[in-house]
């Protein structure tokens, strides 16, 4: 019996419901209908741990490696390990040892930085997630094929396969047998159910009790503001105002972007998500992206690229088209971007 | 148009002061003295009012008055706003400062981020429909209502498509829940990380949700009691997020929820559609959702392997925890705020159990040595938010504040040590233990932890 089925059983009763007694009104049965099985696969995307869900494919490493350049590498970095805009997927921390025992032994080490491959039991996870949501700006774009190579190639990474790996819906059984961290995960808790026991119990003592009452830890001095003033942040006229934390000549950078246009033209618009002020995220530079586009000339050609998007002009990145973009906002930020002011 | 000197704002021209059923009138037939004799009444009102406030002096103020009741504000002598000046209400410009915050530096790109709900200035038991917490994973989305399906699939006799007219056609329950995220007060596991009540504990929020119960909705789709055993949730948005539910705890309270605070959901918190999973943690609440599939096995998806999974001290992960256990905070006086005067102080604040409903919760001002019971605000709930409150003169000494919760079930809210020395400091999310703020002599208010 899987560790799974064992799990269940603590809390198997018979599936009634006991709160919400609601009988079926009559007429219910009409509203709803019964969905086609060409509708039903359209969605029900899901692969489970059993495999069950895989689409047929394959991919080898190389392949999955000129795909990951392509579409994961401004995020990810080139090998997996970039921890610039998500934590790292691989850091090459992965022993032979654990492969061996499918437990990954540095997750004790609170010195080492956990990646996700260290953490992931079930190869079948690796391969729903990046088919129903990577990558990142443009979701649901990738191949069963290119998955099938971009999970060889992460997996690669990590030192589970080697170079010349082919991953394929045949071999993904053995494949799991490999994953380092596929012993790793406990059942052995009691929150996955309402009627779960606590592991750990409060005390119930209410006089003289014995706690220590030396504060161990507070927000050193120079921290009290790193989260802005915070006198700013509560009300300011009631019986507990915030501290004024801000100390006088370091006024604190402003999170938010100080621009001409509007950052809600710029989040709602979705540019945000690839594009930042300084330095590339997934696309250039917002500031890149003005100095090189100062002047009313390059409004027209920057209008038809945020409308239907386009690619090679920054990288091998391709700019999704954003059709979406209400008509304001696309004014408003075409302005700003061939202003040329600062 | 005539601008009040002090205000600098613009007032209505007169024609305002005029009754509506007499203009009307005037348009139908004209001017006749009577209507003429109206008129003239109400623009010698409106000008007199006018004058009034131009030519307000200051009254002559006695030793012990207080100016701002011996000197009328300009609200009490001016025209007030018309209706509708804002068609969807907003809160007083003077409660600028109360809003969802983000922690600098946390996460790296915006749309997979998290805003905090501001605690230290709310009431009751019920949060603010546009200060619910977020917590997005590929961003949110806005949803066209009517191209918005839910499918059941899975382990059932036949799959089944509904449209949101439909959904909204079905017999509803309206329920009041909290909804907490799992990595609520995560920050904190280690040390002191935050400063205030927000980021400590504002991935915490609580509505009256409004749906269709899932155990209605299973029997519609006619599911399969001998084998199913869970349900997977999928959102619609780009990220389809998805997560394995306990079925047995569904059938019970789940609901398939489009409204929220008696509005339809906010687009952030899953306009048209999300799931309601009482006492479970937030990232199974699933926004946005296209789809529930009844199963026999858990999926183990993204965020049940590689987030929301509890690292334990021997190197492995609780898989699957889903409940919030009780717990409950110390909303005001908390974290960067200040005492500016001794004296009597309701220390106030929120508690709360996934496993039903809050029992007591008891106070100590002395960092956990004492505890004396602190009140509870009616209706108590199941896992919904209490209100509690506590009478508490300050004479201006240094103080350490607790709360502590226990829930019908009998278990009670942990102190930090005793939760560490269960689960170490790595596991991040589901850290319930007890909160301290330290009142300093000088009335300001600090997170600390003791030990």
């Known amino acids: ?342 | 148009m005539a601008l009040d000197a002090e205000q600098g704002q613009l007032q209505p021209a007169p024609e305002s002061f005029l009754a509506k059923d007499l203009v009307e009138d005037i348009s139908r037939d004209g001017i006749d003295p009577a209507r003429r004799k109206l008129l003239q009444n109400a623009l010698a009102a409106a000008a007199a009012a006018a004058a009034a406030a131009a030519s307000m002096v200051a009254p002559s103020l006695m030793a012990d008055d207080d100016p701002d009741i011996v000197n009328l504000p300009s609200w009490t002598r001016s025209l007030g706003k018309p209706v509708v000046a804002n068609p969807y209400g907003q809160p007083s410009p003077y409660e600028a400062n109360i809003v969802r915050r983000q922690s600098p530096g946390l996460t790296r790109t915006d749309q997979s981020s998290v805003s905090f709900t501001p605690l230290q200035n709310l009431f009751g038991m019920i949060t603010p429909s546009g200060l619910h917490f977020e917590r997005h994973h590929q961003g949110w989305v806005d949803i066209d209502p009517r191209r918005h399906r839910l499918m059941i699939n899975g382990l059932v006799e036949t799959p089944l498509v509904f449209t949101m007219e439909e959904l909204l056609r079905m017999p509803s329950v309206s329920r009041i829940h909290f909804l907490e995220c799992g990595a609520n007060t995560g920050l904190e596991w280690g040390n002191v990380a935050v400063p205030t009540v927000q980021y400590s504990h504002g991935m915490l929020s609580a509505s009256e949700f409004t749906g269709v119960p899932v155990s209605l909705l299973l029997d519609r789709a006619g599911f399969d009691r001998q084998r199913a055993t869970v349900l997977l949730a999928e959102g619609a948005d780009g990220s389809s997020m998805t997560r394995t539910i306990n079925l047995e705890n569904a059938l019970d309270d789940a609901m398939v929820a489009y409204g929220q605070n008696g509005e339809m959901l906010r687009p952030e918190n899953g306009y048209p559609l999300r799931l309601v999973v009482p006492g479970v943690q937030g990232v199974s609440w699933v926004k946005w959702l296209r789809r529930l599939e009844v199963g026999d096995a858990p999926w183990a998806t993204k965020d049940e392997v590689a987030h929301y999974v509890d690292l334990m001290p021997d190197g492995t992960h609780r898989q699957y925890t889903s409940i919030q256990e009780a717990k409950s905070v110390i909303t005001a006086p908390s974290g960067g705020q200040k005492l500016l005067k001794q004296g009597y102080y309701d220390i106030t604040g929120l508690a709360w159990s996934g496993r039903g409903t809050v029992e007591k919760v008891e106070v100590s001002v002395d960092g956990g040595r004492n505890w004396r019971p602190a009140r509870l605000e009616k209706p108590l709930l199941p896992k919904a938010l209490t209100r509690f409150h506590f009478d508490w003169v300050w004479q201006g000494d240094e103080v350490l504040l607790q709360s502590r919760v226990t829930d019908r079930t009998g278990y009670t809210q942990p102190s930090r040590a005793q939760l560490i020395e269960a689960r170490g400091t790595r596991s991040i999310y589901h850290n319930n233990a007890i909160q301290t703020w330290r009142i300093s002599g000088d009335g300001e208010v600090h997170n600390v932890q003791l030990g």
């Open chain 1, 1 to 342: 019996m899987s560790s799974w089925a064992k799990f269940a059983m603590l809390f198997l009763t018979v599936l009634v419901s006991t709160s919400w007694v609601m009988a079926m009104p009559e007429g219910l049965d009409a509203l709803g209908r019964p969905a086609t099985e060409h509708e039903v696969s359209a969605w029900d995307i899901d692969v489970r741990p059993d495999f069950a869900g895989l689409p047929p494919g394959s991919g080898d490493v190389w392949a999955g490696e000129e795909t990951w350049l392509a579409q994961c590498a401004s995020c990810h970095g080139d090998f997996g390990d970039s921890n610039e805009i998500f934590a790292p997927l691989v850091l090459g921390n992965i022993t032979e040892e654990d492969i061996a025992s499918g437990q990954v032994a540095s997750l004790k080490d609170p010195a080492v930085t956990r990646t996700t491959l260290m953490k992931v039991p079930t190869l079948s996870t690796l391969w729903d997630y990046i088919y129903r949501a990577m990558p990142w700006n443009a979701p649901k774009t990738l191949s069963a094929d290119e998955v099938y190579g971009l999970v060889a190639y992460l997996l690669n990474l990590g030192y589970v396969v080697g170079d010349d790996f082919v991953l394929s819906d045949t071999n993904m059984v053995e494949t799991q047998a490999r994953m380092p961290n596929r012993n790793g995960m406990s059942l052995d808790h009691g929150l996955w159910s309402v009627a779960g026991a606590p592991d750990v119990s409060g005390s119930s003592c209410t006089t003289d009790c014995t706690v220590g009452t030396t504060v161990t830890s507070s927000l050193p001095a120079y921290a009290m503001n790193a989260h802005g003033n915070l006198a700013e942040q509560v009300r300011d006229w009631g019986p507990y105002p915030g501290i004024w934390t801000e100390v006088e000549g370091e006024k604190r950078e402003a999170t938010s972007m100080v621009v001409e246009v509007s950052e809600t033209a710029l989040s709602g618009s979705g540019c945000t998500g690839c594009h930042q002020m300084e330095g590339q995220l997934v696309g250039p530079s917002f500031d890149a992206i003005r100095t090189r586009y100062a002047g009313q000339e390059h409004a027209a050609y920057l209008r038809d690229k945020i409308l239907n998007g386009g690619a090679g002009v920054w990288g091998s990145m391709p700019m999704p088209p954003m059709p979406a973009v209400d008509d304001n906002a696309l004014q408003q930020i075409v302005a700003w971007l061939t202003s040329g002011e600062e």
